[in-house]
């Protein structure tokens, strides 16, 4: 049996993942400026040697708030797919565990939000939960929830089903033990795969929030925030939003690719 070739595309995904990830883990180390310090004699100054990205209009260093920002933005959107997925994995498995009047409750409690575009149920979740990082990371793992809820009680009770679950209860193993051993570790598989593609989701919605405001305070470094900031520049200084903009949709495109390939090798 002849090893499993790795595209081209996804060892690329993979290194600029590594190096968005390096960015939120290190910033300092890639950042030569620091992304709060102000110089209004050098606003707005286009991308040069002094500063690679400009600046923007209080004479920010665009490349240190963009390096800056990576922290922020993948918390959020790595701690929004988290919470989801832990979420909707207690209410796929208490729906499909319990089944009856339980099951048909909480499903139809997910088919209601699911039946929301998931950026206007974040934008409902925010305004219930307040602004601000963890308001705004809460709200996106509310809107992701009841895909994962879904998925979840549809691989709980084919799993139930299969055989080796089957030899467990005829065995006597506990229900505890059984859950733990042998039901969720076979059906949480595509359920992670899954997670792996809503972190990408997870990112822009968070990004979307910064830009209405509804994210982290003021000046904090968000991708979304800073996109915010150069839209009333985009004519005079158009590095502003771009590279923030830019990080975004790489950092979209490099977990899409990842978890695409991932999925169809579950698949295979």
Known sequence: MTARRWRPGFVLALVAGAGLLALAVAPGVFAPYEPYRADPGAALMGPDGAHWFGTDQLGRDVLARVVHGARTSLAMGFGATG?????????????????????????????????????????????????????????????????????????VRQVRTSGHVEAGVALGLRPRALIVRHVLPNALGPVLVLATLGVGTAILYGAALSFLGLGPNPPAAEWGALLSDGRDHLESAWWVAFFPGLAITLSVIVVNVVGRELRGRHLR
């Open 83 to 155: 919470l989801a997925l832990l979420a909707g994995t207690l209410v796929g498995l208490a729906a499909a565990l319990n089944g009856g009047i339980v099951r048909e409750g909480l499903m139809r409690a997910m088919d209601v939000l699911l039946s929301c575009p998931g950026l206007l149920l974040a934008l409902v979740a925010v305004a219930l939960i307040g602004p601000g990082t963890l308001g705004a990371t809460l709200a996106v793992a509310v809107a992701a929830t009841p895909e994962y809820a879904r998925l979840v009680n549809a691989q």
